[in-house]
């Protein structure tokens, strides 16, 4: 079993930036799509983003693109979620999450989860 360990959240202003981490610990995760969620206060759940095993491909959410960048590093056996000009509707609490070894960003797919750090962007 994996576990996944997200870091990096806190409180920003908007404009600002934040890189989040998610170390996995337990197996490698270096076969799998990985993939970063976030849920905002009384909203569900929703995909940020998305890297492919080989980092080959890779998706983004419309409210994201051009914004956020996810890469992973295999030999760290971790996953990043580069966060520039950030902006209130940013604020949720962001979750990382190992897919399949294939491709899919239906949540349904993706079989382990972190617990999450907060984001929040001050306006």
């Known amino acids: 079993q994996v576990q996944l360990v997200e870091s990096g959240g806190g409180l920003v202003q908007a404009g600002g930036s934040l890189r989040l981490s998610c170390a996995a610990s337990?197996?490698?995760?270096?076969?799998?799509?990985m993939g970063w969620f976030r849920q905002a206060p009384g909203k569900e759940r929703e995909f940020v983003a998305a890297i492919a095993w080989s980092g080959g491909r890779i998706y983004y959410a419309n409210s994201v693109k051009g914004r956020f960048t996810i890469s992973r590093d295999k030999a760290k056996n971790t996953v990043y979620l580069q966060m520039n000009s950030l902006n209130p509707e940013d604020t949720a609490v962001y979750y990382c999450a190992r897919g399949s070894t294939g491709w899919s960003i239906q949540p349904r797919d993706f079989g382990s989860w972190g617990q999450g750090t907060q984001v929040t962007v001050s306006s």
């Open positions: 337990g197996r490698t995760i270096s076969i799998y799509t």
